[in-house]
């Protein structure tokens, strides 16, 4: 199944408290990270959030999530670099309220505490394009993880 990527996926990969289904009958299974983190499950965690059968409606599972890999990214020391000074501020505070009202998220992300998904990253330079070009910004750190979104 994982043959063609370049990466394995391993039981530390899988986040805590992330859903496991456990359906061996499903027809996605060799596809699905559900399915995959089950296999993957330590012999010792006997609980936790699960997919239950009912998700499996109509020929499709409604929680299905593809193994796959996502580059995330973090840290935004340059992208505001396109932005005229006299609308950084402005920019800065449109960039935080995406993520919620207060500072907190944002420096999570900042400092990579919590790592922006690919759709994030797009949100946060289409807000930025409406202050300059944005083709040549980009964020600090990048990573290939699996993508459990």
Known sequence: MLGVMEKQLESKDIPYGYALCFNEECQLRDTCLHYQAY???SADRLGGPAIYPDAWKSGQCQRYNEVRLAKKAWGFTHIYNNVPHCHRAEARQRVQNYFSRGCGPYYRYNRGENKLSPRQQKDIMDILAQYGPTDDLAFD????VWDFD
């Open 141 to 144: 750190h990048y990573e290939t």
């Open 39 to 41: 296999q993957l499950k």
